[in-house]
Every structure is written in C-alpha cells, then in structure tokens.
C-alpha cells in the first residue's frame, strides 16, 4: 500500500469516542470491585475539615490499592472510559479534583491499615495510617508536610 493509500485511510478513519465522569470513591467506577471506601481523604486539615464532630470539607473516599489518584481509564470496546477523582458531598474544596490536593485523611477500616504516597505508583514519602479502633472513632491526622497537597497514590498497607 502507498502512502498516500495509508493517509487517505487514516484521514477517514474515526476516532475513538472517549467519555470523563467524576467520582468521590472509587468503589463508583464500574470496573472496581468493592462496596464504598474506608479511607477519606480531606480537601482541609483536620481543625477545618472537622468541626464540633460535623463534616465541614469536601472528601474523597477510596476502598483498596489506588496506583493514581488522578483517575482510572479503560478501554470499553473502541471508547476509552475515564473516571476522575474529585473532592465531593459538599463543603470546602467541592468539585476540586482529588489528586494533590488532599489535607487530612481519616482511616475508617475496621481491618485494614493505609499509607498514602508522594508520588503515583506507590513511590517517594509515605505516611502511615493505622486501621480504626474497636470502638470506632476514625480519627483524622494531617498528612505530613511533605505530602500536603502532594497525594498521588495510596494502598493497603
């Protein structure tokens, strides 16, 4: 086939058709398994996003290993499907995407221990966050200096 063959067929075909939604837990991305997520993830520090025991900043909510808290992408036959992650249910920091910008987090698994990492991949300084008491408190912790607006990933630890 010539080149100028192959220009024509590339000039004529169709590109793939791509859809972008925004979720607040990544148990809401069809393709994930789970039933809703255990570790919040504050757009504020803990005095802001927790007043007198109400909810005052926006949060994100994540179940499991998530390698980037940009989003997650897959193929669905020719469209590519993405879900973004972003701060929701109201509050400080509504609608801000997710990735870089949390403040707090609050570990609420009951049998499961967290870190939260610089870096996408599970890479660079971590912090560790330990699974909720028996008595059901999920404390909130700042995260460290280092990863204050510098949360790209988080996983079981």
């Given at each position: 086939?010539?080149?100028?063959?192959?220009?024509?067929?590339?000039?004529?075909?169709q590109p793939a058709n791509a859809a972008e939604f925004t979720v607040t837990d990544n148990c809401d991305v069809p393709w994930i398994t789970c039933s809703n997520g255990d570790l919040w993830l504050f757009y504020n520090s803990k005095d802001i996003a927790v007043q007198n025991g109400v909810i005052k900043s926006a949060y994100t909510t994540f179940y499991g290993d998530v390698s980037d808290h940009w989003g997650t992408s897959q193929y669905q036959g020719s469209s590519l499907t993405t879900y973004r992650y972003v701060f929701g249910n109201?509050?400080?920091?509504?609608?801000?995407?997710?990735?870089?910008?949390?403040?707090?987090?609050?570990?609420?698994?009951?049998?499961?221990?967290?870190?939260?990492?610089?870096?996408?991949?599970?890479?660079?300084?971590?912090?560790?966050f330990a699974k909720?008491?028996?008595?059901?408190?999920?404390?909130?912790?700042?995260?460290?200096?280092?990863?204050?607006?510098?949360?790209?990933?988080?996983?079981f630890a």
């Open positions: 086939m010539s080149f100028a063959a192959v220009a024509a067929v590339m000039a004529t075909a109201g509050g400080n920091g509504n609608g801000q995407y997710m990735k870089n910008n949390a403040a707090s987090v609050q570990n609420c698994a009951p049998d499961d221990n967290y870190r939260v990492y610089f870096s996408s991949g599970y890479g660079g300084t971590s912090q560790y909720n008491s028996p008595y059901g408190d999920c404390n909130i912790t700042n995260l460290i200096s280092a990863l204050k607006n510098n949360n790209a990933s988080s996983h």
